[in-house]
């Protein structure tokens, strides 16, 4: 973050805080208008089906976690003024790429795959990367161990950050990816208790919302859709249900 003149501000936002799983907080730019101004960018992020193609039952894996990844990225100086906020009564604006504009996860994503591309060039172990989660595939246990360590060093010799206490660095058939626990023993995925008992709560609280005929924003139906989404992989017709929830938006 860095100082600016009011005069030199072509957007105003708002920032605020959000309370992290671990306690800490995340400090979030709210680009939603912002946003809306910003040219869409057609970029497919890797995901669960990737992780389909590329294991193979009797592999092990292991998961990074790269820590503060947005802020790893610099802003282009002509688009600082454009993420400015007041706190305090001071006019500060980004100079590092914030959490909260549309394009954030594209930019990550390209600059950390510039860096795997390489390091795949080198290694006998699958890569996986999705935003700031990587996930490394091997059937051989200690290779998958060492170069995982390999890895680990390279990121960090690139100044990434890596959080530790979300790695999971010793090789193993049964591991949580994108919010799954893959069996690679077995090739079968499940969700975690506690996310599934989350998405029932929720799940209820829809069905007693429609029972009442409460009205409800956009942004909640929204919000619904994305968590609905997770369950893409294991229900086929969810697609389906979740076209014509999002036909409700409209």
């Known amino acids: 973050v ?22 800490t907080w995340r400090k979030i730019l709210d680009a939603s208008k912002l946003n809306k101004e910003i ?18 039952q009797m592999d092990y894996a292991t998961s990074l976690d790269l820590k503060s990844t947005f802020h790893h990225i610099t802003v282009s100086p002509n688009s600082i003024p454009y993420l400015a906020f007041n706190f305090n009564n001071n006019n500060n604006a980004y100079k590092a790429m914030p959490f909260g504009t549309k394009h954030s ?59 530790i206490d979300k790695c999971e660095t010793e090789p193993k058939q049964v591991i949580t990816f994108l919010g799954w626990i893959w069996n690679l023993k077995e090739m079968n995925i499940k969700m975690s208790e506690e996310r599934k008992s989350k998405m029932i709560q ?22 619904l859709i994305g968590r609905l989404n997770f369950l893409r992989p294991q229900i086929k017709e969810a697609s389906l249900y979740l076209i014509e929830l999002d036909k409700a938006k409209t």
């Not at 970029?43 to 193609?53: A, D, I, S």
């Not at 699958?126 to 995982?148: F, S």
């Open 202 to 223: 929720a799940l209820k609280d829809w069905c007693n919302t429609i029972y009442k005929s409460k009205n409800v924003k956009i942004r909640q139906l929204a919000a």
């Open 2 to 23: 860095v100082p600016i003149q009011e005069n030199q501000v072509k957007w105003w936002n708002h920032t605020f805080l959000i309370k992290k799983p671990n306690g």
């Open 105 to 163: 996860p594209i930019f990550f994503a390209e600059a950390i795959e510039s860096i795997l591309r390489q390091i795949r060039i080198h290694s006998e172990i699958k890569i996986l990367n999705h935003c700031d989660d990587i996930l490394l595939i091997h059937q051989d246990k200690q290779i998958l161990k060492t170069q995982t360590m390999e890895i680990m060093r390279t990121l960090e010799q690139f100044e990434w950050t890596i959080s």
């Open 39 to 56: 040219e869409k960018l057609h970029f497919k992020m890797h995901g669960l089906e990737e992780v389909q193609y590329l294991a193979n």
